[in-house]
Nanobody, 121 residues
Framework: QVQLVESGGGLVQAGGSLRLSCAASGRTDTIVTMGWYRQAPGKPRDLVATISDIDTTTYATSVKGRFTISRDNAKNTVDLQMNALKPQDTAVYHC???????????????WGQGTQVTVSS
């Protein structure tokens, strides 16, 4: 199993920056992809950014050029640097790890409980 704990959320004014961090524990050697997702009230959980075990990254169109995802495999952490924040970035941000659970390569997702990011106008 893999456990994830997020930190770094808070309240910031529009145009400001925040850095989120996610620490993984447990069977971290089985993690393939890690990522950040966000969920605003009344909306579905959406992808923000992902990073693979070979540092291939993907970003939602809405955050490209403003957010940067990074991963430290030695520390088992994944960070999300968020710059030029907008009120529409307000959401609970969740960390996700996709990891291998069987010898045949079957994968499952584990989620953190989330951290609140609020951007005021």
């Amino acid at each position: 199993q893999v456990q994830l704990v997020e930190s770094g959320g808070g309240l910031v004014q529009a145009g400001g920056s925040l850095r989120l961090s996610c620490a993984a524990s447990g069977r971290t050697d089985t993690i393939v992809t890690m990522g950040w997702y966000r969920q605003a009230p009344g909306k579905p959980r959406d992808l923000v950014a992902t990073i693979s075990d070979i540092d291939t990254t993907t970003y939602a169109t809405s955050v490209k050029g403003r957010f940067t995802i990074s991963r430290d495999n030695a520390k088992n952490t994944v960070d999300l640097q968020m710059n030029a924040l907008k009120p529409q970035d307000t959401a609970v941000y969740h960390c996700k790890a996709t990891h291998v659970v069987t010898a045949e390569g079957a994968r499952i997702d584990s989620w953190g409980q989330g951290t609140q990011v609020t951007v005021s106008s």
